[in-house]
Structures are given as structure tokens and as C-alpha cells.
């Protein structure tokens, strides 16, 4: 695999970090953290305009660039490093891996363009109350219409939760029953019988949505009916190492946070970072941060280059993406001392 990370692609970070820097700072996530949409369109517009974010890993049959989940997954760690609350994850990793998966060159072509530019956010909603996101929870039922209706010919009724930006989705990619098995469904935002609710989070930069679908006759089949437990495990695992990379760049902004204050902080005539015990947090968050980094390289490298490895790697990048993020995190709050326990410091 190749893991060196190539001129083009540290250019595509610097890009990508400058333009998060003027977009959406910190400041701007803390406003969109109080509405009720969390998004803000221009920015999200401009994403896929200037920079084509939406669709770095989408052919350029349908409209995307074309690069390697290698380039998205940099991205990715540029959008966590800036706690970025669009949908970038919901539409252009998750529905977009989820229409790449699935056997429907029809929906893909006719679906992915619109993704691709950021004009249409998608999302995947698999989920339910319980949580679980095992394809055996499913419970949302999908059955014929009679007669057919022009929309879709299926009609879902049940629910999905903790659906990633559910709220604001133009498309949802909905995971249903049938009698077939597991099946994926299209529906677009404003289908009648169609509810949907933001649900309070604990984590305020990421929305998450309730779902309810009452006798929804506008679904519309996506691939072969049962082949969705198929589609779902390859979206999940990249899923999973997209979100290993956010996690990644948080970890690396914790770590600098850190130690930029360590710098500047004096007590009892010295900075802090000079005495024994901030030097080795930070060289131990150093150390946790940078074998983060080379596991996120190879799991991206094993998308980029479809091995048989992902499901493994993914659980094991994930797994220790969670570890390392919550370390620098508290770390990060403990070197701020007092202020770092306060509402109003990043």
C-alpha cells in the first residue's frame, strides 16, 4: 500500500485547512451550535463549488473528482480538526459509499451528481430506538404498493433515530425489511408521511434526527431487494475509518492546544511545558497522536485500494481513534488547568 502522504495531497490539507480557517472557525461552530439546523449552507455550498470536497472520492462518471478514499480521508481530518458541523460525513461518506455499494447503475448515476456538487445532502438511516446499528435491529418495514405508485412502488412504515443529519437531508437512504431481507429504499425530504425531529446530543456540533415513516408510498428501491446487509457492511466500516480520521485531526488539535499553552503559560517564573510532568503528557500524547495517524494512513490505503482488510482495520482504527481522541482531550483540559474546564475556552 501506499502510505506516503504525496505533494498533492498535503497541498489538498493546507487547502482545506485555510479554507475552514476563514469559513468556519471556531467562533462560527459555536453559533451554529445554538440553531436549529447547525449548517451553514454557504459554507457547505462553497465547499463543493471551490474546493469540490463533496466529491473527492466520487467518479467523475457522476460528477465527482475521482480521487481515492486517501485524499477523503484527509479532508476528514481537516473537518475534525475544525469540529466542522456540515453533513460531509452523512452525505459524502456514508450515502455516497452506500450508492457506490449498491447493484443500481441507475441510481447511481442518477443520484450521485447532485451529492457530489453538495447540492443535494444525503444520508444513510439505519439505526433505530434501541440504537443498535446491527442489521438484525432493523424493524422499519418495507412493502409493494398496489397499485404502483409513480414515486417509488414501496411503501415504509416504522422509524429510524440517530440519524446523521437527518433533519436537513434532501435524500435519505432508508434500510428496510422485506421479505427479500434487508433492502435499501430512496426517499426524498417532503415525502408524504414523512416526520422528522432533531434529537438533543450530547456532542452539540453534530445533528442528529428522529425519522418517522408513516405508510411513506415514495420509496423508491435502490439495487436488489435483500442485498442492503451487503451495501451496509462496506458503508459502516468506511464509515467507521472516516470517522477515525475526524477523531484523528481532534486528537492532533487537542495535542497542539496543549502544548501552545504549555508555551506560554508561566508559574514560578517558567512556562509550564518546561517542568518534567507537561513535558511527558505532551510527548506521550506525541507518541498516541502519531501512531493514530499511521493507522489511519493504512486503514484509508485499504479503502483506497479495496482490500480484504477493511473490516478489520476499520475496528481496529476506530477502536483506538476513540481511545486516543478522549486521551488528548482530557489531557488537552488538564494542562489548561482551571480554564480549561470552562464552557467559554475552545
Same mark, same amino acid.
Given at each position: ?79 475534525? @480538526?475544525? $469540529?466542522? +458541523?456540515? /453533513?460531509?460525513? !452523512?452525505?459524502? =461518506? &456514508? %450515502? ?5 455499494? *449498491? ?115 415514495? @420509496?423508491? $428501491?435502490? +439495487?436488489? /431487494?435483500?442485498? !442492503?446487509?451487503? =451495501? &451496509? %457492511? ?5 464509515? *467507521? ?106
Amino acid at each position: 500500500m501506499k502510505l506516503a502522504i504525496a505533494t498533492e495531497q498535503r497541498e489538498l490539507g493546507d487547502s482545506v485547512r485555510r479554507f475552514l480557517a476563514d469559513r468556519a472557525p471556531l467562533s462560527r461552530v459555536r453559533e451554529l451550535m445554538e440553531t436549529p439546523d447547525g449548517i451553514d449552507r454557504a459554507v457547505w455550498q462553497q465547499a463543493g463549488a471551490q474546493l469540490g470536497l463533496q466529491g473527492i472520492a466520487i467518479p467523475e462518471r457522476y460528477g465527482g473528482a475521482g480521487f481515492s478514499f486517501a485524499e477523503q480521508a484527509i479532508v476528514l481530518e481537516e473537518l475534525g @480538526a475544525a $469540529l466542522y +458541523g456540515g /453533513p460531509y460525513l !452523512a452525505s459524502a =461518506v &456514508l %450515502a455516497a459509499t452506500a450508492l457506490l455499494s *449498491a447493484s443500481d447503475e441507475v441510481a447511481r448515476g442518477k443520484l450521485l451528481p447532485g451529492i457530489a456538487s453538495g447540492q443535494t445532502v444525503a444520508t444513510l438511516a439505519v439505526a433505530e430506538d434501541d440504537g443498535s446499528w446491527d442489521p438484525a435491529a432493523v424493524r422499519l418495514t418495507a412493502s409493494r404498493a398496489v397499485p404502483v405508485t409513480p414515486g417509488g412502488g414501496w411503501i415504509l412504515d416504522g422509524h429510524k433515530s440517530f440519524v446523521l443529519d437527518g433533519h436537513a437531508a434532501d435524500l435519505i437512504l432508508v434500510v428496510a425489511a422485506t421479505g427479500s431481507g434487508l433492502s435499501l429504499f430512496g426517499v426524498r425530504a417532503g415525502a408524504p408521511g414523512l416526520n422528522r425531529r432533531v434529537l438533543p446530543t450530547l456532542d452539540q456540533t453534530r445533528k442528529l434526527a428522529r425519522l418517522e415513516f408513516r405508510s411513506v408510498s415514495a @420509496a423508491r $428501491l435502490i +439495487g436488489a /431487494p435483500g442485498e !442492503a446487509g451487503v =451495501v &451496509l %457492511a462496506r458503508a459502516l466500516d468506511v464509515a *467507521a475509518i472516516a470517522l477515525a480520521a475526524e477523531q484523528l485531526g481532534g486528537a492532533q488539535r487537542a495535542l497542539d492546544m496543549a502544548v501552545g499553552y504549555a508555551k506560554t503559560r508561566h508559574q514560578f517564573g517558567r512556562p509550564i511545558g518546561s517542568f518534567q510532568a507537561i513535558k511527558h503528557r505532551c510527548a506521550d500524547l506525541l507518541l498516541e497522536v502519531s501512531s493514530l495517524r499511521s493507522a489511519v494512513r493504512y486503514a484509508a490505503a485499504a479503502v483506497a485500494e479495496d482490500s480484504a482488510e477493511i473490516p478489520v482495520v476499520a475496528a481496529l482504527t476506530k477502536a483506538y481513534a476513540s481511545d486516543v481522541y478522549f486521551h488528548a482531550a482530557a489531557e488537552n483540559i488538564q494542562i489548561h488547568g482551571g480554564i480549561g474546564f470552562t464552557w467559554e475556552h475552545d
